[in-house]
């Protein structure tokens, strides 16, 4: 059995993976409606891969044989100024996911639950390419994003990208 904080992190874990693949949804909306279908592509994997991870822990709290709660999912609130903005709310909110991350791994650490620690280090590497996908994307924005021809070619770019299931066995 899990020790009750750990438990109840893993459980809110789930809603907020949630959220983020909701809040990537919204972003690739918006990002449709100005006519980037490549960075609507790009937010639409990444909802994918959220969606993932929230059943991915999940799973580890069923295979633990403890109970899953849901969350209602809240709908995100952001409103876009313009096209950078939705790429500085993605980065914002992936640390934002770290830092929960972190706070889990904390909990998991102060009991010796060494099973959820391990679980965990996958996220932990994760969220660290999810930082830097997504200022990578921010650099980018500011470099390119002001000129029609170079904000096409990273449309373009970023059009290319495709789902992958995440390779984490439980």
């Known amino acids: 059995m899990l020790q009750e904080k750990v438990k109840q992190l893993l459980n809110e874990q789930i809603n907020k993976e949630f959220y983020s693949a909701y809040l990537y949804l919204d972003i690739a909306n918006y990002y449709t409606e100005q006519g980037l279908h490549g960075f609507a592509n790009w937010y639409t994997v990444q909802a994918q ?17 403890e109970k899953v709660t849901f969350e209602a999912v809240a709908k995100p609130d952001k409103v876009f100024a313009d096209l950078k903005a939705p790429l500085s709310v993605g980065l914002e909110h992936e640390r934002y996911v770290t830092s929960l991350i972190h706070t889990i791994y904390d909990a998991a650490y102060s009991v010796k639950d060494f099973r959820t620690m391990q679980f965990l280090d996958w996220f932990v590497k994760e969220q660290g390419e999810e930082e830097t996908n997504a200022d990578d994307l921010v650099k980018k924005m500011e470099l390119f994003g002001s000129d029609a021809k170079s904000l096409y070619m990273l449309d373009q770019e970023l059009a290319g990208r495709v789902y992958a299931a995440p390779s984490l066995v439980l």
């Open 49 to 65: 891969e959220e969606r993932d991870h929230a059943l991915l822990f999940m799973k580890y709290l069923q295979n633990n044989d």
